[in-house]
Each structure stands twice: as C-alpha cells, then as structure tokens.
C-alpha cells in the first residue's frame, strides 16, 4: 500500500493552480530538482516529504496501517502568500474526512484526517511555506 502515490493521484484538484515542470504539475517526492528552481516559479510547488510515521494499526484480523506525511507548498516571496495560503487550504480540504475520495494499491484508506496549514519555515529566505500534515489509515484487501 503505497501512500505517497495515493496523495500524489489526489493532488489532481490543486494541478491547475501549481507552477509546472516538464509539462506536468509542480509536484516533487522529497525535493524539488535543483534545475526547477534556477528559474523562480511564479506559481506555488509542493513536495509531498516521506512518511514522518508508519505505524501497524491492525488487529488480530485485520492488517492496517497508519501513515502520516507532510505535505509542503512552497511558493517564491513576491509580497503576497494569498496564492499559496489558498493552495495549502485546497490540499487540507481535498484530503480532510474524505477516505472514499483516495485509492491504494492493495487496499483502502478507512480514515484521513488533515490539519494545518501552518507556516513551514524554508532554508532559501526567498520561498514562503506552508505545512498540511496528512494521516492515513489504510486496511489491507
């Protein structure tokens, strides 16, 4: 059961607010490629981190597990975080309470939940950030 996939394939309701990077949407698997950011996106990108916690969550008959990821949107400082703030709000909105809403190899997600978002502080002071985290409780077929 991969959970990164399965939050990659939701992020198709913010791709048309993303910046872009090699036709597709801004969205990058631990870091964003050092050639995407020579040029300064306009739009805001996300990086979806790995897993902060992967813990068994199953009983005796069931195998489940409970993933949480940190999802940051980083967007450059151009006087204003509206773009970025609303993005950030979208991601929350489009996981939070919405299990029947995402698909995983293997199984199901019985339960999401997703908080924030917070500032998420960026080690390049020319990128503003944001920090939704995202659980998931995910059963075996």
Known sequence: MNSTAAIFARMAVVAASLETYNGAPAIFSE????????TPPVKPFVIIAAPKRDDFAGTFTEDARL????VLIHQRDHGSSASLDAVARTIREAFHN???EMS?????????TATGPV?????????LGRRVLISLEMQRN
């Open 98 to 100: 919405r299990p029947t």
């Open 119 to 127: 500032a998420s502080p960026t080690v390049d002071p020319a990128l």
């Open 31 to 38: 870091r964003a490629p050092d050639d995407f950011l020579d």
């Open 67 to 70: 993933v949480e990821h940190n």
């Open 104 to 112: 995983v190899d293997g199984g199901r997600v019985t339960i999401v």
